[in-house]
Nanobody
Framework: VQLQASGGGLVQPGGSLRLSCTASGRMLAIGAMGWYRRAPGKERELVAAIKNDGSETDYGDSVKGRFTISRDNAKNTIYLRMVSLKSEDTAVYLC??????????????WGKGTLVTVSS
């Protein structure tokens, strides 16, 4: 499974951004996709994840109410809509695909990530 993420960039605090991640390859074992992020000096953390049929989502506590994950199954693509961005959201955002939401981090396929910088 290959993952291609896009949409990162520089945005001012309070601004918004939308990330995209498209999966390709053998998708039969993929039951969920999501986003993690890795900020300088911090451990990797869950941002958001979504089950293939869209029936279940999960969000990290720090982004609840500000970020929304969605998917387009016809395109094997997930999106992350981010609003009210803060400086602490600055990180490399990593796309991941795996068997389920709970197993994404340990058993998922990882993309290279896209950098989001929130700064004035």
């Amino acid at each position: 499974v290959q993952l291609q993420a896009s949409g990162g960039g520089l945005v001012q605090p309070g601004g918004s951004l939308r990330l995209s991640c498209t999966a390709s390859g053998r998708m039969l074992a993929i039951g969920a996709m999501g986003w993690y992020r890795r900020a300088p000096g911090k451990e990797r953390e869950l941002v958001a994840a979504i089950k293939n049929d869209g029936s279940e989502t999960d969000y990290g506590d720090s982004v609840k109410g500000r970020f929304t994950i969605s998917r387009d199954n016809a395109k094997n693509t997930i999106y992350l809509r981010m609003v009210s961005l803060k400086s602490e959201d600055t990180a490399v955002y990593l796309c991941v695909a795996g068997p389920s939401i709970s197993t994404l981090e340990d058993f998922g396929y990882w993309g290279k990530g896209t950098l989001v910088t929130v700064s004035s």
